[in-house]
């Protein structure tokens, strides 16, 4: 595996991060971003979710 894919998935798909910035606006009242930033203080967090959320902060804060 070269570096170049190993760092390619490592990215979320855009239908993901979709996804769960309106599950996130669902859970946390119309408030995807705070919802994001309050689970990503979970320190049950897997690294999966972490990693999608953080995805949906970054494009979140780029709005």
Do not use: F, T
Request: charged share 30%; net charge negative.
């Amino acid at each position: 595996m070269g570096l170049r894919s190993w760092l390619a998935g490592l990215r979320e798909d855009d239908a993901a991060v979709r996804s769960e910035i309106w599950r996130l606006g669902n859970a946390h009242r119309g408030e995807p971003l705070e919802g994001a930033l309050q689970e990503l203080k979970d320190p049950d967090i897997g690294v999966e979710q972490a990693l999608l959320l953080r995805a949906c902060i970054r494009q979140l804060e780029a709005r």
